[in-house]
């Protein structure tokens, strides 16, 4: 069964299936496994579509949900992309955030080559892609060059403590 077919039968709707075949990026969720070797542990933007469950054995899988939402505390990638204007049909949204989101999660300092590349497998059909990358080039060290949609003084800023950690009963498998 495919990933996000099964998250979708739990009730975890926020992961969109869009194409279903690798193409579209709506259906991107992180997943995170610990490396023994490095000992750290290591994580990737997965499409969802493309990933059968019975691959996750060992994983664990970060969705749209788990990062933040309006009912608990959005995570700051949530609020810079809807304060940008990022989201108009909101379908690619959440495949867009984990991208990003991971993105972060590996590089908390991302440059605008990053951000890019990160979001190359990341279909958008109504915004452009200029309001994303507004939003998300906040991340950047490069603070001047955001602030034209909003302020900085405005914005969550990125906090770690606000992360899920990785299971530790993970860590012995
Ligand atoms: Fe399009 Fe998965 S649904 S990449
Ligand atoms: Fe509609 Fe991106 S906001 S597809």
Not at 47 to 63: D, E, K, M, R
């Amino acid at each position: 069964k495919q990933c996000v077919l099964f998250l979708c039968s739990v009730g975890l709707t926020g992961t969109k299936y869009g194409c279903g075949g690798g193409g579209c990026g709506a259906c991107t969720v992180m997943v995170s496994r610990y490396d023994p070797i490095q000992d750290t542990v290591l994580h990737w933007s997965v499409n969802a579509c493309l990933q059968p469950i019975c691959s996750l054995h060992g994983a664990a899988v970060v969705t749209i949900e788990g990062i933040g939402s309006t009912k608990t505390k959005l995570h700051p990638v949530q609020e810079h992309i809807a304060k940008a204007h990022g989201s108009q049909c909101w379908f690619c949204t959440p495949g867009m955030v984990m991208s990003m989101y991971t993105l972060l999660r590996n590089n908390p300092q991302p440059t605008m080559e990053d951000i890019r590349e990160t979001l190359g497998g990341n279909l958008c059909r109504c915004t452009g892609y200029r309001p994303i990358i507004d939003g998300f080039k906040t991340f950047c060290d490069v603070r001047t060059i955001s602030g034209e949609l909003f302020s900085m003084d405005e914005v969550l800023p990125l906090d770690p403590t606000q992360d899920l950690i990785f299971p530790p009963e993970l860590l012995i498998m």
